[in-house]
């Protein structure tokens, strides 16, 4: 179990309201990725919680929400973080135990379903430090893990330097359009470029297509939606996450997304819609959401020809390069899974 391969206190997070600015960063759930990594952007910051600082080799657990159960390893590269309420910590015996080995188990679909039923079983729908401490590892000697994580690792930096690349792709192609997009004269607004549309698209097994909702993608179907190239944009949910497609996709309930009312100006759209703070528009519910009427009433400029071809001459092949490289970081991610069923089920 967890708890016998855990030092010290077991403890929740810190309660405090994240801020644009402070003494450190505070880390949520929400700043953990799909690939127990702590995300570089949207940080929010704490003044409070000095005993709350990670340390190397603490382990935190969502514990709530539907992402219960997605779990982070400190990694001092990160800076000083302090973790909050809604995480719990447990501080890893490196006698008993490799770290990291934890961590490349967390991230098994072995240890999902684990989360989810034990999560799904509770009276709050959720996970404490109860079920958690008696949650089971597979027993293998230390020779055994040192096996896997240095096998794990070496695919996870192959997939940083693929993800480094698609990012310095899309920061030349952002300055590109930043520096361009002053010549334009033209002002109207996003309906002049654009119609939104909506899909309700469920997970398909053995489907190849992504499904794309507000978070990314959610899941995968068997057929797509027949459009080409499109800027898929958050409608209810988390509203800080823009995509541009332009291979087969869906979409899920959570998105819009878009078909062009001219050929190749999808690139060009994306780049205007990320100048916006999408949670600005956040309509007001419950829940939030931006509606068609406010995305279609955003003001942008509208490129002539003679601008969109010289944009295009240099945006597209960019785009190109990042298909390809996105192709590596998928064939990596996909061995990835498959050592990770191999190994732990």
Same mark, same amino acid.
């Given at each position: 179990?967890?708890?016998?391969?855990?030092?010290?206190?077991?403890?929740?997070? &810190?309660?405090?309201?994240?801020?644009?600015?402070?003494?450190?960063?505070?880390?949520?759930?929400?700043d953990?990725?799909?690939?127990?990594?702590?995300?570089?952007k949207?940080?929010?910051?704490?003044?409070?919680?000095?005993?709350?600082?990670?340390r190397?080799?603490?382990l935190?657990?969502?514990?709530?929400?539907?992402?219960?159960?997605?779990?982070?390893?400190?990694?001092?590269?990160?800076?000083?973080?302090?973790?909050?309420?809604?995480?719990?910590?447990? &501080?890893?015996?490196?006698?008993?135990?490799?770290?990291?080995?934890?961590?490349?188990?967390?991230?098994?679909?072995?240890y999902?379903?684990?989360?989810?039923?034990?999560?799904?079983g509770?009276?709050?729908?959720?996970?404490? #430090?109860?079920?958690?401490?008696?949650?089971?590892?597979?027993?293998?000697?230390?020779?055994?893990?040192?096996?896997?994580v240095?096998?794990?690792?070496?695919?996870?930096?192959?997939?940083?330097?693929?993800?480094?690349?698609?990012?310095?792709?899309?920061?030349?192609?952002?300055?590109?359009?930043?520096?361009?997009?002053?010549?334009?004269?033209?002002?109207?607004?996003?309906?002049?470029?654009?119609?939104?549309?909506?899909?309700?698209?469920?997970?398909?097994?053995?489907?190849?297509?992504?499904?794309?909702?507000?978070?990314?993608?959610?899941?995968?179907?068997?057929?797509?939606?027949? #459009?080409?190239?499109?800027?898929?944009?958050?409608s209810?949910?988390?509203?800080? &996450?823009?995509?541009?497609?332009?291979?087969?996709?869906?979409?899920g309930?959570?998105?819009?997304?878009?078909?062009?009312?001219?050929?190749?100006?999808?690139?060009?759209?994306?780049?205007?819609?990320?100048?916006?703070?999408?949670?600005?528009?956040?309509?007001?519910?419950? #829940?939030?959401?931006?509606?068609?009427d406010?995305?279609? &009433?955003?003001?942008?400029?509208?490129p002539?020809?003679?601008?969109?071809?010289?944009?295009?001459?240099?945006?597209?092949?960019?785009?190109?390069?990042?298909?390809?490289?996105?192709?590596?970081?998928?064939?990596?991610?996909?061995?990835?899974?498959?050592?990770?069923?191999?190994?732990?089920?």
């Amino acid at each position: 179990m967890l708890k016998d391969l855990c030092t010290g206190h077991i403890d929740y997070g &810190h309660t405090a309201s994240g801020k644009e600015i402070g003494r450190y960063r505070y880390a949520r759930i929400t700043d953990i990725d799909p690939l127990g990594r702590m995300k570089k952007k949207d940080m929010r910051y704490v003044d409070t919680g000095q005993e709350k600082i990670l340390r190397k080799n603490d382990l935190v657990i969502a514990r709530t929400g539907t992402q219960a159960g997605k779990a982070y390893l400190y990694d001092p590269k990160d800076g000083e973080l302090v973790f909050a309420s809604f995480l719990i910590r447990f &501080h890893l015996d490196t006698e008993k135990v490799i770290p990291s080995f934890i961590k490349y188990y967390m991230l098994s679909d072995a240890y999902k379903k684990w989360a989810e039923k034990t999560a799904s079983g509770s009276t709050r729908n959720g996970l404490n #430090i109860e079920t958690l401490s008696k949650m089971p590892i597979p027993d293998m000697p230390m020779a055994a893990q040192k096996n896997i994580v240095r096998k794990m690792d070496a695919l996870y930096r192959a997939l940083e330097i693929q993800e480094n690349t698609t990012q310095l792709l899309e920061e030349y192609a952002q300055n590109v359009f930043d520096y361009m997009s002053n010549r334009l004269q033209t002002k109207g607004k996003l309906k002049d470029l654009v119609i939104l549309k909506t899909e309700n698209k469920k997970k398909e097994e053995y489907g190849t297509i992504p499904i794309y909702n507000s978070g990314g993608v959610s899941g995968y179907a068997k057929s797509s939606n027949g #459009i080409k190239e499109s800027v898929i944009i958050p409608s209810s949910g988390t509203l800080d &996450h823009l995509f541009y497609v332009n291979t087969p996709f869906c979409a899920g309930t959570t998105v819009f997304y878009t078909e062009m009312k001219k050929e190749k100006i999808g690139i060009f759209v994306y780049y205007t819609m990320k100048k916006y703070d999408m949670k600005k528009l956040d309509s007001g519910s419950v #829940i939030p959401g931006v509606n068609s009427d406010t995305i279609y &009433h955003l003001p942008c400029m509208i490129p002539d020809d003679k601008w969109l071809e010289q944009f295009n001459q240099i945006a597209y092949p960019v785009y190109e390069k990042i298909a390809e490289v996105k192709k590596k970081a998928e064939k990596i991610k996909k061995y990835l899974s498959f050592l990770s069923a191999y190994y732990f089920g």
